[in-house]
């Protein structure tokens, strides 16, 4: 790899700003300066930046609780990201695996892994989402048969795949939906005549969310919860 597109990887620099660092002889690559931008790097080479090892980022899973107003985008004009709450090096690399509204709340998953995100996402494995659910109305028991059969939603052409509904109380449920069709959860109870009052993603897979994290905060993915995705 060229060095300065390497130092634009490994850090905030812009290949331009890493162009003129180059040049100011600022690095070394096994110990050597090298001024030059296009000079080509073996990919274990020992690189610094003035004096500081220099390394390249490994994938990155994280989880983090998405609070309302917020969305799920790389940048907006009007409104804050989740990439805004994070305290990442070169944040801009990471992308939201499963988007949430802007006024649903709750588990966000990013990576800049972009195999990982697919397994999840791929229409072919049918990963599960939960999600806790408040109404306007009532929630008659009738939907759990019509959730587990699939119902039609305006302007979709297939019923939607079979969900699990458990009813909690009258006005309030959990969901388990394995697609992600646009505002489907909204549009679901719309089909039984209801409204969705609250929205809040509990868990994607066997993934589920930090409940010691605090609305806005994120942490890595344990080693067990990557891998789970794969299960």
Not at 3 to 21: F, G, H, I, M, P
Request: proline share 4%; aromatic share 6%; glycine share 6%.
């Amino acid at each position: 790899m060229r060095l300065d597109r390497y130092l634009a990887s490994v850090t905030d620099y812009s290949r331009n700003d890493a162009k003129k660092l180059i040049k100011l002889g600022d690095i070394y690559v096994d110990g050597r300066v090298v001024c030059d931008p296009k000079q080509l790097i073996a990919a274990d080479a020992d690189v610094t930046l003035m004096g500081n090892p220099l390394r390249p980022l490994g994938p990155r899973y994280l989880m983090l609780n998405k609070p309302q107003g917020i969305i799920c985008a790389a940048r907006d004009r009007r409104h804050s990201t989740v990439l805004d709450l994070l305290d990442e090096d070169n944040p801009e690399r990471l992308h939201v695996v499963g988007r949430l509204d802007i006024d649903t709340t709750g588990l966000v998953l990013l990576t800049d892994d972009g195999g990982w995100s697919h397994a999840i996402t791929s229409p072919q494995r049918r990963c599960w989402k939960t999600y806790y659910v408040e109404t306007a109305e009532v929630i008659p028991e009738r939907c759990i048969e019509h959730f587990a059969r699939g119902v039609f939603l305006k302007d979709d052409k297939a019923r939607t795949l079979p969900a699990e509904l458990t009813i909690i109380e009258d006005r309030s449920a959990r969901l388990k939906i394995c697609e992600g069709r646009y505002h489907q959860v909204k549009r679901m109870f719309g089909a039984e005549g209801n409204a969705v009052t609250r929205l809040h993603r509990e868990a994607i897979g066997y993934i589920h969310l930090d409940t010691d994290l605090a609305e806005g905060e994120y942490r890595a993915l344990s080693t067990d919860e990557v891998a789970s995705v794969f299960e």
